[in-house]
């Protein structure tokens, strides 16, 4: 067991971990915050992604030891309760979401983008997706959903 | 999937490392983890002991070293990406690091960890082959050099002991004479390569200088393509018909003693053909910047 | 704002924003594996890394004595467990070979993947590594992976018990003598295509929690299915938990594609071992166990043969496919094919029709249904065949298209059912005004003539769809076991609030929203006064859940049926209560009114009266909840045109998407952004299945592409955005007038895109390709063409 500390959406936690325990189970199974979900084994789907000192990163591929003294956040602390963050509002206009397993993942790597490339072209956030699979909208909608947001954030 | 038990220590320092990693028998040592940790989940890699050296400041960074950068082995490719010592004097490193994985892989893998890897379908072996670049490894018995053509000597198999640490990459400073290149072809975005070929071209007076053109997974290690390479050295340079003839010309050879894989995406022999092409755009693209 | 103008303002049609968004945006879903039952343990199942093995023995010693460990048994060790083997649903013939099937393999592991035993331990991860001290002897067996193989002399045997791999031979035949008919045939082609085998892969995978309440032996199954209510009823046969007393519940469901249309090996485990050890079991699929334990789709040869004149009619079809099973029949295993054996003559009025289906063993993962199911295999061997002639007559694939286009409905076709509406020939008119047909062929004439190394193509679908399963009837002649009806419940709660039933089950078809839309517009009751709830077997009893495009064409008709009830009761209700005869009132979005006056009562009004029940007219009974039951008595036929351009490199072989068109005609429409969804989603599969997915095995019957690195699943990198558009052509057996539109994308959308790359390679000499189209096959095409 290890000693670790971290911050997630604003709040320190300390935990005992086990080392093999992914950071994704860290923050599902201990915390409680099943916002992020799993989609595949080999880092390939980007379902599990979330901001690691505010850059998106896939916390199936992570031990929570790795994000020991990092700041982490999550889907649930994108915005205040009751709101929605522009990227999150403009998934909703846009019906970029379908049954919302891989939802999580590319509304949080849509967050990094947009923070690297404020004004990237349909081109630049096809590419900066490549890392998030989604089965159901044929990523049509969520492109939208990006320029929107794009506009707004 | 859940990877099997093991121990974990971080190291604070390079030395450090090197000395937990002779601490246990199958110890690893872990940097952004995105080669090791996969394999670890699927239960195919069972270190003992993670050695982690993701916080180890002395291994990453850019600096310039006179005619050479020298690049952290814990630099991310995010970094590398877009750090402007390397945009500026080695733009195909900072090209090449934004084409690997994708953005999420990225902000975690670095440079190190990718080489040390030693899979051929990896991007960056392949263009610090082309640059000549040296590789400094330190262990137990102090620090060496090696040339990074010297480092890859199978698939997964690399020129570190045990205890070894790779510690940082010196790449040349590319003058304004030197045209760049490196393309890419793989079935998806995020996806391993194919076949990928590095170019640099020295220009001179009129004519190619000279060439070095290494291969990415046409073989169990990154390899230069030699006999592409001397059909060049000398050949004129300015977009005629006799350039076009000597870019065909070197590119019908580009996989003279490669030994391709065959997996799902492409047969030895495919891959052989995507050499010869790659190469030719490489090298147009390398005259044309 | 006058009543009539508030009632005349609809929600049907408009793109309402969705209920389920808010949840699902914020992470506060509940999908399976985010559920946790206090005293939970987990489950893991040992699979046989070899596709066929005979299993000598199983030693659970290590395991049961590991970490965490709670219980573990082999195969055998559970055979008592069962009252019956996993369902198979559709005995497609009365001399089917059908082999019994459990959850764990106890003799012989018959593919890779295969369950031989099972653990269960205290977490996650010490049920992973208990599992992997399980210690399976096997016997390594040759195996056969290709169907064709499968039925040659000398093939091994998948079930030793039939001594022949071959399951069932299906036939159809409609219209005029085919044999007559080609045999009177000015041109004929004959083509066979290969459909790969493919695997559906949701983003989420399966996942199962069994918890049961001892003192009684009531079970519920939390489980990632499409198919909660017939899970409830085949699980209760497979493992004696009376029916009544197993609760079924289907949380969020990260999509589904025909996958969770299934009632699996590990649903039926976990209750079991939930029984033995009185705790709560759950299990968690992996990706990479996905690729292997859930059913894949497709895997087939098909031989297609037109008949026709000179000109280009074509008059008759024969199909001959050759199916793999996989190594067992699960629940529609043997029907799944057959789905597409109505609709092998496309869009296409043609006079004869034959058809025949075989259905083999292969020690393969099973399949099943995927998205589309047998219909999009039949459109893309009829489209494809259409091209083929095109090609051979010299003809514009267009123009042969429009010769041959059913253009007057209703229609019969060939294969004996009937079409009820469509206009085939104004959505290829639409999609060729978007494409800009003419300037596409110029544009690809000039890079033709000067040898570009780029080549485009363009590639049509011009096709119909056969969907909403399905009449109760046709389904019994089918030999199927169930039923093809739908229930609806609309419960008005006292305060006005609305609750909506139904037994259809979305995993990600938008139901809250589409569902309330109708109820809104024909109840007269706000949008977020209407709660949608499903999948969850004690809350919604009737069920037969969702599949084949039938949540709108059945689930949605089944709810008008049921606004209409409680608009007849609560017409009742108000007339006594307005002191007027019902005949005197007229109905409007909600509100009744007497005629020529401005005395009125809402439904909602009716409701809370129905409620306290202080003045119901005589013999009525109190509360106003309708349920209402819809069995269809025929398909839903939407229909359409799809085109594909397509950018090949003729150098390196790559093939990429660059536009895509789709027109296609779902009838009334309830939500046009939820429509474009289905459609962009559909299409996104069907562009997977042409130019990236393929499952492959290797010699050994290993599956090679067992993950997202390998199977080739695209990303939005890979991809264009698609220009849709509709035209509108109701359905008249539908009360809205609305088709299915889950599945058109994927049925329209494979052929295209192959006859795109076809086209672009004409020039050539390049008339056939595999699937998917990769970069090799692309180049070996050309490389075989040009010698």
Redesign the interface.
């Known amino acids: 067991m290890r000693q670790i500390a971290l911050t997630v959406n604003g709040e320190r936690h300390e935990a005992d971990v086990e080392p093999r325990e992914l950071l994704v189970y860290f923050l599902r199974e201990r915390l409680g915050l099943t916002g992020t979900h799993v989609g595949c084994d080999t880092s390939s789907c980007g379902a599990c992604t979330v901001l690691l000192d505010g850059e998106s990163v896939n916390s199936c591929t992570l031990l929570a030891v790795q994000a020991d003294g990092g700041d982490v956040t999550t889907i649930e602390g994108l915005a205040g309760h009751g709101q929605l963050h522009p990227v999150q509002q403009a998934f909703h206009e846009q019906h970029a979401l379908q049954c919302g397993y891989c939802t999580p993942g590319f509304v949080m790597a849509t967050v990094s983008l947009l923070k690297e490339q404020p004004e990237p072209t349909e081109a630049e956030i096809r590419k900066a997706l490549e890392g998030n699979l989604c089965r159901c909208t044929g990523y049509v909608n969520i492109v939208k959903a990006v320029q929107q947001s794009a506009a707004a954030v | 999937m859940i990877p099997a038990p093991f121990d974990y220590e971080r190291a604070g320092s390079v030395d450090e490392a090197i000395e937990l990693l002779g601490s246990r028998e199958e110890a690893k040592l872990l940097a952004g983890g995105h080669s090791l940790l996969p394999l670890m989940k699927l239960r195919f890699s069972r270190p003992s002991l993670l050695v982690d050296i993701g916080r180890v400041d002395e291994l990453s960074g850019v600096s310039d070293a006179g005619d050479r950068l020298a690049i952290g082995a814990g630099t991310r490719h995010h970094d590398l990406n877009n750090d402007p010592l390397v945009q500026e004097h080695c733009p195909i490193v900072s090209w090449t690091a934004g084409l690997i994985g994708d953005p999420q892989v990225r902000h975690r893998g670095t440079i190190g960890g990718s080489i040390a890897h030693g899979d051929p379908a990896s991007d960056l072996p392949a263009v610090l082959v082309a640059l000549d670049a040296e590789l400094v490894i330190r262990g137990p018995d102090g620090e060496r050099t090696m040339p990074a053509v010297d480092f890859c000597s199978g698939v997964f198999d690399v020129a570190l002991g045990p205890q070894d640490v790779l510690t940082e990459v010196r790449v040349p400073k590319l003058g304004p004479d030197v045209g760049w290149s490196y393309l890419k072809l793989a079935r998806r975005a995020q996806d391993w390569a194919m076949v990928a070929v590095a170019a640099l071209v020295t220009r001179s007076n009129g004519m190619i200088g000279e060439a070095r053109i290494a291969l990415t997974n046409m073989g169990p290690v990154p390899m230069r393509a030699p006999a592409a390479e001397q059909r060049l050295a000398g050949a004129p340079r300015d977009a005629g018909s006799d350039t076009e003839y000597a870019l065909s010309e070197a590119a019908a050879v580009a996989d003279q003693g490669t030994d391709p894989p065959g997996d799902v995406t492409a047969s030895p022999e495919f891959r052989r053909e995507l050499a010869r092409v790659v190469t030719k755009r490489a090298l147009e693209e390398a005259l044309s910047r | 704002m006058t009543v009539t103008e508030e009632a005349t303002q609809t929600l049907v049609g408009t793109?309402a924003?969705?209920k389920?968004?808010?949840?699902?945006?914020?992470?506060?879903?509940?999908?399976v594996?985010?559920i946790?039952i206090p005293g939970m343990v987990w489950m893991a199942v040992v699979r046989s890394p070899y596709a066929h093995a005979r299993i000598r023995g199983v030693d659970l010693t290590k395991a049961r004595a590991a970490e965490g460990v709670v219980a573990a048994f082999s195969g055998s060790e559970l055979a008592d467990d069962w009252m019956a083997p996993l369902p198979m649903a559709w005995p497609v013939t009365e001399d089917i070979n059908n082999p019994s099937h459990y959850a764990l393999a106890a003799d012989k592991a018959r593919y890779a993947g295969d369950g031989v035993a099972v653990v269960v331990a205290a977490s996650?991860?010490l049920a992973?590594?208990a599992a992997?001290l399980v210690e399976v002897d096997y016997e390594p067996l040759p195996a056969v992976t290709d169907v064709e193989a499968a039925l040659a002399d000398g093939a091994p045997i998948v079930h030793d018990e039939f001594g022949t791999n071959r399951c069932y031979t299906w036939p159809l035949a409609g219209g005029e003598d085919v044999d007559a008919l080609f045999a009177e045939a000015e041109v004929t082609v004959e083509e066979r295509y290969r459909q790969q085998r493919l695997i559906p892969?949701?983003?989420?995978?399966r996942g199962v929690i069994a918890s049961t309440v001892p003192a009684t032996g009531e079970v519920t199954l939390y489980t990632s299915s499409q198919i909660p209510h017939i899970a409830r009823v085949t699980l209760a046969l497979g493992t004696g938990v009376p029916e009544s007393k197993l609760r079924v519940i289907a949380p969020?469901?990260?999509?589904g594609?025909g996958s969770k249309l299934q009632v699996y090996p590990e649903e039926a485990l976990a209750i079991v071992l939930a029984r033995r050890t009185g705790l709560p079991v759950k299990w968690i699929e992996?990706?990479?166990e996905n690729a292997l334990a859930t059913h894949h789709g497709r895997d087939m040869i098909q031989e297609i043969a037109l008949a026709a004149t000179a000109e280009g009619k074509i008059t008759a079809v024969r199909v001959r496919l050759t199916v793999s099973m996989g190594a067992y029949l699960m629940i529609i295993t043997p029907g799944t094919p057959l789905l597409g054996a109505w609709v092998y003559g496309g869009a296409y009025d043609i006079k004869g029709y034959s058809f025949e289906c075989s259905g083999v063993f292969t020690n393969q993962t099973p399949t099943d249904a995927y998205r589309g199911a047998g219909r999009p295999e039949a459109t893309y061997a009829i489209e494809r065949a259409v091209d083929a002639l095109a090609r051979k007559l010299d003809k514009d694939p267009v123009e042969l298209r429009r010769l041959n286009l059913i253009s007057e409905f209703p229609h019969d076709l060939a294969s004996g059912l009937t079409v009820d509406s469509g206009d085939y020939h104004a959505t290829l008119d639409r999609a060729l005004e978007m494409l800009d047909y003419d300037g596409f062929r110029r544009e690809q004439a000039e890079r033709r003539e000067r040898g570009d190394t780029k080549q485009l193509g363009v590639g049509f679908s011009t096709y119909l769809e056969m969907c909403g399963l399905a009449p109760s009837r046709i389904l019994g002649a089918l030999r199927y076991v169930a039923g093809g009806w739908e229930a609806a419940t609309i419960r008005f709660l006292p305060t006005g609030t609305v609750q909506v039933l139904t037994g259809t089950t979305p995993?990600?078809?938008?139901h809250d929203t589409t569902f309330a839309q109708v109820v809104a517009d024909r109840l007269g009751v706000g949008y977020d006064e209407i709660e949608v709830l499903h999948g969850d077997t004690s809350v919604v009893p009737l069920g037969m859940d969702t599949y084949g495009s039938r949540s709108l064409a059945i689930g949605i008709a089944a709810l008008c049926s049921a606004t209409d009830k409680i608009v007849a009761k609560a017409q009742r209700i108000a007339a006594h209560g307005l002191e007027v005869a019902e005949a005197d009132l007229q109905y409007e979005a909600g509100t009744f009114r007497v005629r020529g006056t401005d005395r009125t009562m809402t439904v909602k009004e009716a409701a809370f009266a129905a409620w306290h029940a202080h003045d119901l007219p005589d013999g009525l009974e109190p509360a106003l909840e309708e349920t209402a039951v819809y069995d269809p008595s025929v398909f839903s036929w939407p229909g359409g045109t799809h085109i594909a351009v397509v950018e090949v490199d003729a150098?390196?072989?790559?093939a990429n998407l660059v536009r895509y068109v789709a027109v296609d005609d779902v009838g009334t429409v309830i939500n046009p952004?939820?429509v474009?969804?289905q459609v962009?989603?559909?299409?996104?599969?069907g562009v997977a299945q042409a130019l990236?997915e393929?499952a492959?095995y290797d010699e050994n019957g290993t599956l090679?592409?067992g993950?997202?690195?390998?199977y080739?699943?695209?990303?939005?990198?890979?991809?264009p955005?698609?220009e849709l558009d509709r035209t509108v052509t109701q359905s008249p057996n539908h009360p809205l007038g609305a088709k299915g539109v889950g599945e058109t994308?994927t049925i329209a959308a494979t052929p295209a895109v192959v006859n795109a790359v076809l086209d672009a390679l004409a020039p050539y000499g390049v008339t056939d390709i595999d699937m998917p189209a990769?970069?090799?096959r692309v180049?070996?095409a050309i490389q075989e063409a040009r010698s």
């Open positions: 793109s924003p969705r389920e968004d808010a949840r699902l945006l914020t992470g506060q879903g509940s999908f594996d985010d946790t996650r991860g992973q590594d992997e892969n949701p983003m989420e995978p969020d469901v990260g999509g594609f992996e990706r990479t995993h990600g078809q938008s150098e390196t072989g790559v952004q939820i474009d969804g962009h989603g559909g299409i996104t599969q990236y393929e492959v090679v592409t993950s997202l690195v390998d080739l699943v695209p990303s939005a990198a890979e991809l955005s698609y994308g990769s970069p090799e180049w070996r």
